[in-house]
């Protein structure tokens, strides 16, 4: 019984400031604990520890890409036996308010969001994030065998790899033989591109930044047919000059950079799909003149989140993709979380920055 032990946490008590702790495990009535082995560390927590993300009650135990084993199942609302390694959906779905019942990714049943690493430690039973040795697992969790074979660092991935596979094959219905062009080359936007290329996507672009050099080699290496820093060129002559064509889909996982969203509108061929999965924060987008949508007669899409498909096709590829070891570039301990949280926003520098994980 784990219930009346005690959890070592970082929580981060405010902007910047995270504190190394331990929580007690309070009794339960549903659900389980998961023991966590090793968390991703994304943009996500980068923002909660910058405190760019508004909608956040501190204190909270940042991080939402776990991966760990079933420690203890109180009734049979969880249906992995004890000792199962699972990757555990970031968003817990209650399945009966509006928005689950509407097929919508993102449950608001707890506030800010229902989901793993963005929950307050106020809510009960305040092991809600992946940076602590457990985390409760609701009724409402959604969990995904993961091989023992995958270091847990590696397993963090899936949840990257199940964005990628939701925003880039599964929302635009991508078809064999269709042309992507990927808008940033973070962790998801190299997902994207596996996954696109995994489900026989003709011809996959990347676009990044100056500072994504290490990021753009990494998308050429997993078998981009074109990668471009945007502010050496111009992005529209590049494709033309190496597709020939227009893409049928331009995916937005830039971070924070309203300009992708004039870029995929423009660059997309009439008729095509345009998936925006990447929030803008305060940055407004001025001057939209939307009659691109109409007279182009555009799909525009927004995504939150990975689907359970994508959670799904993530954890089997993860174990057919070796390539995949390499990506995951920065591993910390739990007690150097703050220096994670720093590689991850690139405050130690941006060179061979891939993926970060925090591993037990
Ligand atoms: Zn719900």
Known sequence: ?????????????????????????????????????????????????????????????????????????????????????????????????????????????????????????????????????????????RLHALSDDIPAEVGTFAHALAAGFTWAVELPRLQTGENVLILGPGPRGLSALIAAKAAGAGWVGVAGLPHDTDRLKMAADLGADMVVNIEAGDVGSAVANSLGARPDIVLDVTSDDPEAIFMGLDLVRAGGRVVLASTKGT??????????????????????????????????????????????????PLAEAGRAMQAAGGVLGRDELLAVAVTF
């Open 1 to 141: 019984m784990l219930t009346g032990s005690t959890a070592r946490a970082m929580l981060l008590v405010g902007p910047g400031r995270l504190t190394p702790t331990r929580l007690p495990m309070g009794q339960i009535e549903t659900g389980g604990w998961l023991a966590i082995e090793s968390t991703g560390i994304s943009g996500v927590e980068v923002h909660a520890w910058n405190g760019t993300n508004r909608r956040l009650d501190y204190p909270l135990i940042p991080g939402h890409e776990i991966v760990g084993r079933v420690a203890e199942v109180v009734d049979d609302s969880i249906s992995f036996p004890v000792g199962t390694r699972v990757v555990l959906e970031t968003s817990i779905r209650c399945g009966a308010c509006r928005r689950c019942t509407n097929g919508v990714s993102s449950c608001t049943f707890r506030r800010p969001i229902n989901a793993y690493g963005h929950l307050s430690s106020k809510e009960p039973p305040a092991l809600w994030g992946g940076l602590a040795e457990y985390v409760y697992l609701d009724p409402g969790a």
């Open 283 to 332: 940055n407004a987008i001025h001057q939209l003149f939307s009659d691109i949508v109409v007279v182009k007669e555009l799909t525009v899409r927004g995504a939150f989140g990975a689907s359970s498909a994508g959670y799904h096709w993530a954890t089997r590829h993860l174990a057919t993709d070796d390539r995949i070891d390499q990506i995951v570039s920065h591993e910390f």
